[in-house]
């Protein structure tokens, strides 16, 4: 079974700084990875989407990478601002007939006024 | 723009009674997932439906959850009797087709068992 872990837990940064968050996840044959954003109490919002055959993706200032091979990935946030705070979950998506998600346990950030 | 809608938001009920989740995905999605997230981790698909179907729900606890989507459009997830271990946030999230790759999620249940 897919395990997806991403470190740290839980992070704070003061207002401004590049932050980067982690993912691992023990099966490489996936699909694809995506990154997730949620806010306390609410659904998952989608911020980027990066296919198996990728490297990276950018939106703003987020920048994804994805290591297939190594089983990682990283989404990196420039200039952090306040509204950033929020749990970021990564989820795999595995090569089966399913198009379920397999998700970390996400990282709760906190950027600092 | 276009949201999946869920009721309840919220959910306070003791333990042995039934509850039940209603999801509305967005128009024209024929892929509708039930997802259950415990707080802390991450959400765990509950069951899938491909229009009015069942694709997958290898991961419903039969003995007490149902899911249906009885028109193929919105879904309904029971539990009966809640556990004090059902308390959760219940996500739905809908796509356009199974071969879609994005999932669009609504705002979840949160459920409290007493």
């Known amino acids: 079974k897919q395990e997806v872990t991403q470190i740290p837990a839980a992070l704070s940064v003061p207002e401004g700084e590049n932050l980067v968050l982690n993912c691992s996840f023990t099966?490489?044959?996936?699909?694809?990875l995506q990154w997730f954003r949620q806010d306390p109490g609410k659904g998952l919002t989608s911020l980027l989407l990066?296919?198996?055959?990728?490297r990276e993706q950018t939106s703003g200032r987020l920048n994804a990478s994805l290591d297939k091979s190594s089983g990682r990935s990283t989404l990196y946030i420039a200039a952090s601002q306040p509204g950033d705070s929020a749990t970021y979950l990564c989820a795999v998506r595995i090569q089966t007939g399913a198009n379920n998600l397999f998700f970390g346990t996400g990282t709760r950030l906190t950027v600092i006024p | 723009e276009a949201e999946v809608a869920q009721s309840p938001r919220y959910k306070i009920t003791e333990k042995s009674q039934a509850v039940a989740f209603w999801c509305d995905p967005i128009s024209g999605h024929a892929t509708l997932y039930w997802y259950r997230q415990i707080l802390g981790q991450g959400p765990e698909l509950l069951v899938q439906?491909?229009?009015?179907?069942?694709?997958?729900d290898s991961q419903l606890p039969k003995d007490r959850f149902s899911a249906e989507r009885l028109k193929g459009v919105d879904s309904t997830l029971k539990i009966q009797p809640a556990e004090l271990g059902d308390s959760a946030m219940y996500l739905c999230a809908s796509s356009l087709t199974r071969g879609s790759y994005e999932q669009y999620f609504g705002p979840g249940t949160r459920l409290t068992v007493t």
């Open positions: 439906f491909q229009d009015e179907s069942v694709v997958d």
């Open positions: 990066i296919q198996s055959s990728q």
């Open positions: 099966d490489s044959a996936i699909y694809n």
